[in-house]
């Protein structure tokens, strides 16, 4: 297989969707203008993403620190959710899409929880990619809440690693596999803390709005390279690929598993 391969592809693709202000900025635009393109830009990826065989892609839309934006922005990033929600609901059901709204709802408007509710349920029976919109989500909210859900299922139980996994935001899915941030920051902003344990970290110059399937190709064929050891030594990991030759699976584990 070339140095240019796409396999092993990740299962699991989460995208920190950075740069959309910039953007705008660049061409003298409101910001809001940068995230209506990058509506765009994440409609392009989920074709692009079921294209390629990812099984699920979640992107941050709205963290919990963004309430900090001046107030027209938020309002502007609001509205952008449910129009985008009632707008792209029709094209996600023709593909299969499966949409799931990670994030604390209390603090939404009433309309936009009833939009993020109808479009799940509209997508409720696809089988296609599963994608998660991280909207008002924030990776410290999703590890306190997991706890506090834990703790009120068995209060007296210890809250293990398992029982903690089991109430997080993404507990629906593999943990990613891969996570892409584009906009050229090299920081995780909050963003999945738990699930991204032994994520591959990828960093994109490409400000959102541009990013395309060139810049989604380029990310998967660097993941593709990557030696994934799970706190195994190299050697060991080499010796389960060539155990693959034998058809067994490369790390002995599924993708977003940790192989114990
Ligand atoms: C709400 C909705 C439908 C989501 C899809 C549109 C989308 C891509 C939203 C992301 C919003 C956001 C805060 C991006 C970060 O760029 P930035 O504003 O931080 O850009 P900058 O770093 O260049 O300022
Ligand atoms: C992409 C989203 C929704 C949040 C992270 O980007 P930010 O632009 O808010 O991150 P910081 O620069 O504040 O770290
Ligand atoms: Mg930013």
Redesign the pocket.
């Known amino acids: 297989m070339g140095s240019n391969a796409l396999a092993p592809l990740p299962h699991h693709v989460a995208i ?3 740069g959309n202000g910039r953007w705008a900025q660049k061409r003298l635009l409101p910001r809001l203008a940068g995230h209506k393109k990058g509506v765009e830009a994440l409609r392009r990826c989920v074709q692009l993403c079921g294209e390629r065989g990812v099984r699920v892609l979640t992107v ?4 919990s ?2 309430w900090r934006r001046p107030p027209e922005e938020v309002s502007g990033l609001m509205g952008l959710m449910l129009s985008a929600l009632a707008r792209e609901v029709s094209g996600l059901k023709a593909h299969g899409v499966r949409l799931h709204c990670v994030g604390e709802r209390a603090p939404l408007a009433e309309k936009v929880r009833q939009g993020l509710e109808q479009a799940e349920r509209e997508t409720a029976g696809n089988d296609g990619l599963i994608l998660n919109v991280c909207f008002n989500y924030g990776g410290r909210w999703d590890i306190a809440q997991a706890a506090e859900r834990a703790r009120q299922q068995s209060p007296h139980a210890p809250i293990t690693e398992q029982a903690l996994a089991a109430h997080t935001a993404l507990a629906h899915v593999p943990d990613p596999d891969l996570l892409i941030r584009t906009g050229g ?1 090299r ?1 995780i ?1 909050n ?1 999945l803390l738990w699930q991204l344990a032994y994520a591959e970290l990828y960093f994109s110059d490409t400000l959102w709005p541009d990013f395309d399937a060139a810049d989604l190709d380029a990310a998967l064929r660097d993941y593709a390279q990557r030696q994934r050891r799970f706190g195994k030594t190299g050697e060991q990991v080499t010796g389960q690929v060539k155990r693959q030759d034998q058809g067994q699976d490369a790390r002995g584990a599924e993708p977003g598993e940790l192989p114990c």
Not at 60 to 63: D, L, M, P, T
């Open positions: 920190v969707m950075d941050f839309a709205f963290s620190e963004n920051e920081r902003s963003f």
